[in-house]
């Protein structure tokens, strides 16, 4: 009985083995095979929405694949929640937009991702065609806003990977009300004189992490908004753009805090600013706290390290308001490199609500071959190791 069982094992065992490999690797759609065509004119996002319903409904894994070609896709939203845990969505070829900006004119995002629960996007590029809607706004007509190339939204345990986003109409990348996301090798491609097209905005999400990507853009590489916890950011490489920055935080009176950020092994290149936290200047709840700024790079960059709480735009809604935000317990450490100007280190804090327990470690930042200068208002911490420039916190 034992031989006959171990035959019997040895003949369905490989039969098994493939059985269980086909159910793990579940639905598999193509969008050509559904009828899609790659010819950068004839509307996919029908049959993107047909492959989403068929594997949103399907109680197993389910794969989209979007391959080598250029699909023009109108808009497209893609909601849960789904029947399973496990969409994976695999581009190789190029999703790209209308350079009409009328078609996107009252849509808020391009290709959106809503109330979903294990989403997976590999590779591939999406154009979101942004220069109309640039030299609409440059010109100072009136304009639409713009639609964001990608933005997730309440969605839960998220992987983009070696996604390319390029020419935004407005912020490229959007991690909204989300939780546990892991963003990495993206590259995000912008002009630097094109307006808001923030690489990569988180708001509201927690657990997110950012690792080993490349963006240039017009505005922020990443923005940080409020409700960000539990947020690491690795080996991003950012220029042009605005640099790495939390906030704007304080738009709001009632809003919620920012806490446990870190940026860590990070380039900057001829950036408007380096590190950068901001908050309007007129009163809030808002806070940001246990924030890390480590092991930065700086190439010739305008605003290195700074803190401005008197952000007021066009001098609207905050002129001769003191900002709310309470900022605490932020550590600059391991940051070298050059400036474009001959302020390396600005802290421009609240008078009213100074920032408090700011450190500084082992900082060096030049200006034309010099140790740059450093400027404090309200500014709370202690200095260690070599600080150049030379600390001026109280």
């Not at 996002?45 to 989403?52: D, G, K, M, Y």
């Not at 990977?161 to 991690?175: D, R, T």
């Not at 901001?278 to 009163?283: F, I, L």
Request: glycine content about 10%.
């Amino acid at each position: 009985m034992a031989i006959y069982e171990t035959l019997m094992l040895l003949i369905f065992l490989p039969l098994l083995l493939f059985l269980n490999h086909a159910l793990a690797d579940g639905l598999t759609l193509d969008i050509v095979s559904l009828g899609a065509k790659p010819d950068g004119k004839t509307d996919a996002s029908p049959v993107l929405q047909t492959a989403w319903a068929k594997a949103c409904d399907s109680t197993g894994p389910a794969s989209i694949h979007v391959p080598i070609g250029t699909f023009y896709v109108q808009s497209g939203s893609f909601n849960g929640p789904c029947k399973n845990n496990a969409i994976t969505i695999r581009i190789d070829g190029t999703l790209v937009a209308s350079s009409d900006i009328q078609v996107l004119a009252k849509t808020k995002a391009w290709i959106e991702f809503k109330d979903v629960n294990g989403l997976s996007i590999h590779g591939g590029v999406i154009d979101g065609k942004g220069s109309g809607i640039w030299n609409c706004k440059h010109s100072g007509n009136n304009c639409p806003d713009g639609a964001r190339n990608l933005e997730i939204t309440n969605a839960q345990n998220v992987i983009i990977n070696g996604l390319a986003s390029i020419n935004s109409q407005m912020f490229n990348i959007v991690v909204h009300g989300c939780q546990n996301v892991n963003i990495q090798g993206v590259k995000v491609s912008d002009p630097g004189d094109s307006p808001n097209t923030d690489g990569i905005h988180v708001q509201e999400s927690s657990d997110v992490t950012i690792l080993s990507s490349n963006i240039g853009t017009g505005d922020d590489c990443i923005s940080i908004g409020p409700g960000t916890t539990n947020l690491w950011i690795e080996s991003v490489t950012c220029g042009p753009g605005h640099g790495i920055s939390i906030g704007s935080l304080g738009k709001s009176a009632n809003e919620p805090g920012v806490k446990n950020v870190t940026v860590t092994s990070s380039t900057f290149s001829e950036t408007t600013n380096g590190v950068r936290i901001k908050s309007w200047g007129r009163p809030s709840s808002g806070f940001a706290t246990d924030i890390h700024f480590q092991h930065i790079t700086l190439d010739n960059v305008k605003n290195p390290i700074i803190i401005d709480q008197n952000y007021c735009p066009h001098d609207k809604g905050c002129p001769h308001q003191d900002s709310g935000v309470k900022i605490s317990d932020v550590t600059y450490e391991d940051i070298k490199g050059t400036s474009a100007t001959k302020i390396g280190v600005k802290f421009d804090c609240s008078p009213t609500n100074p920032c408090t327990g700011l450190t500084l470690e082992d900082i060096k930042v030049t200006y034309d071959d010099q140790i740059a200068k450093a400027s404090c208002k309200g500014a709370k911490g202690t200095a260690s190791g070599v600080v150049e420039p030379a600390s001026c916190l109280e």
